[in-house]
């Protein structure tokens, strides 16, 4: 069973934190994986090491990077999962952490994965590779697409070529993988610096003269390094420290003498590399042409195809969202676990346990008592949100394989244009429905400062959670009308601050630009491993959060500081116009927004809300942002102080809007 | 020569120098009127039948001739997707957003950028 053998190599796999060089270890070689989104890296990696990352048929699903430790016929190497980069001229900022890595390893072996029936497109990163004197691999994967194009390729011949491994494997499968792992420990670098493409005599002449400039750099790459230079400007190249003085002097290299302008270098390297990748595939590369249309192209028609799409997309939300997440997950699945598990025998016997171990009351309570980190913490980790979170994981797995989402960006491009974002924003968006601050880490696939930002501040005020959404779901599924108002209000601030966002961040409005994918069924083991990587990195952030803040509670009612936020907030509530008790409900929010909502449903269960009340208390409750662990992933993401700004505006926009709509019932006498 | 748009008497350097913070001044096969940065297509055989990527109907097929763009930001973009100069790229959709085949891959891009990759039609 290899599906439990990875899972329990899961922990052994972390993504890493920001600053990639502190967390590799020094003691052994490394094996980097590079290549362009959704080409296998990921795959690669699980099949090299047999741990598990998420793997899924959506470019950039990598944040961050992968590592771990593996033996390779007796040597120890630490493999390198990286962010997706089409090229060494990086644009977003994961392309750049990927071109950090490659140049900090340069002694290290490098693996190019790319897709083998696009070897045309992706060989000019290879080119670069080389170019730059590391040892390279060249791994062609996705060999089985190649029958169905009926392309050949001639695998000798483009090693020789390139004068590297080529190995053509199946990740998925796990094919060509041990041939792979052979090419690794066998790796012997060519003795001499060979130059595989030279570049028109104008250019290498550029070439001489940056390499004369004094920079300290590995000596290796100096050739890659100085097109680096010449194609981009220095402030983009940040792994290299240059003074201003350097930067001065590339910029008079760069300058054409006789009219004074910039040399078209970008543009005149990339086709030089280009043409010699066409060159070299011409000659490796035979095809006959097939184009027939498969249920699988008619089927992507129908996805985007806005008269299709739309009920496409409201049929995924209908089953996906709401049967399997709503109805099952926070119906059956919570209602087992909360009242036939817990209430009858997890607490019970916890209560039955401390009071016998525990002499005094008051610590007691700190383990069993109304905060009590086993009946609160634990009880609404385990009970409440993980039955919701899981089931909603499982289904964004399926759907993420399957290719679904980059249809769903290019349906909804059109609309997010207007509130800021490009079609690509919608992988965090979906994302956010699950888990905000997984989301709010993935909106660092976002190419601009200003997308990443709107995309902060939309996912912290009006995209609830999962958890909080199941939670939503189960109070206001019996009041049809509330469940309107709030859906309304949602979407509206939603669009709202979206269009005021767009018209007051400076900065010029996205483009949408993506590759698309093709749509692939997804596999049972895969969605299964998946949907349980994520489970347990939900679990570690989340539930150690609920106990923090069953203690601080505990604390807090013991000192009266508890009495007393209760007290400061009852004014701002009053206003809401709900109960007083709704304080302790939004202190909960304060640590997560789905603990918060679930003091919600306690409260609403013991009877102490009128409809009017429960809808404006929900509606505050979710523009909060979601929990303390996202406000510390968008500080860590956007910056202190723009992290600290977005948490204040969304508590502030939260009040605001709960308080108008209590008016607007007033002022209307509406019911509901 | 004369703009086509607002009429002013120039010479053929004068708008290359208009061209100077373009980096395919070499390729380009426009030219910009320094008075009033209009663009139009030199009067040669092969660029006339230059078209912008935009203007290619849905299952035609188009030959990439140049990328046509001042800003460096949006040539990177393109070009470090191996979106170059003598592909062929063929029109897939139109509607919401624009969905291009280049060999067997499919790219989605919007007007904004697409209107910079100049291709000339294949019948």
Not at chain 1, 148 to 155: A, G
Not at chain 1, 182 to 191: G, Q, V
Request: aromatic letters at 10%; one cysteine or more.
């Amino acid at each position: 069973m290899k599906i439990i053998e990875r899972m329990k190599n899961i922990n052994s796999t972390k993504d890493c934190c920001h600053d990639e060089n502190v967390c590799l270890s020094k003691e052994y070689n490394k094996i980097i994986l590079v290549g362009s989104p959704n080409v296998g890296k990921s795959a690669l990696f699980n099949a090299l090491t047999d741990s598990y990352v998420t793997v899924s048929n959506y470019p950039g699903t990598t944040v961050g990077i992968a590592k771990t430790t593996t033996s390779i016929e007796g040597k120890n190497y630490e493999v390198i999962d990286t962010p997706g980069m089409y090229s060494l001229l990086s644009i977003t900022e994961e392309e750049k952490i990927s071109r950090k890595i490659v140049f900090s390893y340069a002694k290290d072996i490098i693996i190019h994965v790319v897709d083998a029936k696009n070897i045309e497109r992706m060989l000019p990163l290879t080119l670069q590779l080389i170019e730059a004197n590391f040892s390279v691999i060249l791994v062609l994967n996705l060999m089985d697409e190649l029958d169905k194009y009926k392309i050949k390729i001639n695998i000798e011949k483009l090693g020789k070529k390139l004068k590297i491994p080529v190995i053509p494997t199946i990740a998925t499968k796990e094919v060509g993988v041990n041939e792979l792992k052979t090419a690794i420990n066998t790796y012997r670098k060519l003795p001499q610096k060979q130059i595989l493409l030279t570049y028109s005599a104008r250019i290498e002449k550029k070439i001489e003269e940056v390499i004369k400039l004094p920079l300290k750099y590995h000596q290796q790459s100096l050739r890659s390094i100085a097109l680096l230079l010449l194609q981009d400007e220095t402030t983009e190249i940040e792994f290299i420290p240059v003074t201003k003085t350097f930067t001065s002097k590339i910029n008079i290299i760069k300058t054409d003498v006789e009219n004074g302008k910039s040399y078209p270098f970008l543009y005149e390297i990339a086709l030089a590399r280009q043409q010699k990748a066409t060159e070299i595939t011409s000659h490796t590369l035979s095809q006959q042409n097939s184009k027939k249309t498969s249920i699988v192209d008619e089927l992507n028609e129908l996805m985007i195809n806005p008269w299709t799409g739309i009920p496409i997309l409201i049929v995924v939300i209908y089953i996906g969202l709401y049967q399997i997440v709503g109805k099952f997950g926070a119906g059956y699945a919570v209602d087992f676990i909360e009242n036939i598990i817990f209430k009858n025998y997890i607490n019970p016997f916890f209560i039955h346990t401390i009071t016998s171990l525990i002499p005094w009351k008051i610590v007691q309570n700190l383990f069993v008592g109304e905060y009590g980190m086993l009946t609160l913490g634990v009880r609404y980790a385990v009970a409440i949100i993980l039955p919701i979170v899981g089931t909603f994981f499982f289904v964004f797995a399926i759907i993420e394989d399957s290719g679904y989402l980059p249809r769903l960006a290019m349906l909804i491009d059109r609309v997010f244009k207007k509130i800021g974002l490009s079609g690509r924003a919608v992988i965090p968006m979906v994302l956010g429905l699950g888990c905000s601050t997984m989301a709010t880490m993935v909106t660092r696939t976002l190419p601009t400062k200003r997308e990443r930002i709107m995309a902060t501040i939309l996912l912290a005020l009006a995209i609830p959670c999962s958890a909080q959404l199941g939670v939503l779901f189960t109070l206001l599924v019996q009041y049809p009308n509330a469940l309107m108002v709030w859906g309304f209000v949602i979407i509206t601030i939603f669009l709202l601050v979206g269009y005021l966002g767009a018209k007051l961040l400076p900065g010029n409005p996205p483009i949408f630009f993506m590759e698309v994918p093709p749509l692939r069924l997804p596999t049972f083991s895969n969605i299964i491993i998946k949907t349980y990587a994520r489970i347990v990195w939900y679990l570690k952030e989340v539930l150690p959060l609920f106990i923090l803040a069953s203690f601080i509670l505990w604390v807090g009612q013991i000192i009266g500081l508890f009495n007393l936020l209760v007290w400061g907030l009852s004014y701002p509530i009053k206003l809401l116009g709900l109960p007083e008790k709704t304080a302790v409900a939004f202190i909960f929010g304060f640590f997560r927004r789905d603990f918060g909502a679930a003091g919600l449903y306690d409260m609403h269960k013991a009877g102490l809300f009128t409809v009017n009340q429960l809808t404006i208390a929900i509606i505050s409750m979710t523009l909060f942002p979601a929990c303390i662990a996202q406000g510390l992933m968008m500080v860590k993401e956007r910056g202190k102080k723009m992290g600290v700004a977005i948490f204040i505006f969304c508590i502030t926009a939260a009040f605001i809007v709960g308080f108008s709509t209590n008016l607007t019932f007033i002022l209307f006498k509406i019911h509901l | 020569m004369k703009c086509k748009l607002c009429g002013y008497q120039f010479d053929i350097k004068q708008a290359v120098q208009s061209c100077a913070s373009c980096p395919l001044t070499k390729n380009c096969p426009l030219v910009r009127c320094p008075n009033c940065n209009y663009e139009w297509p030199l009067d040669s055989e092969e660029s006339n039948k230059l078209v912008p990527l935009t203007s290619l109907k849905k299952g035609e097929k188009g030959k990439i001739s140049t990328i046509c763009t001042s800003q460096t930001e949006y040539l990177k973009k393109i070009i470090s997707m191996g979106i170059m100069p003598g592909m062929t790229i063929e029109m897939i959709r139109r509607f919401p957003t624009l969905l291009c085949q280049i060999g067997f891959s499919q790219f989605a891009l919007d007007d904004e950028i697409a209107k910079y990759i100049l291709v000339s039609r294949i019948n």
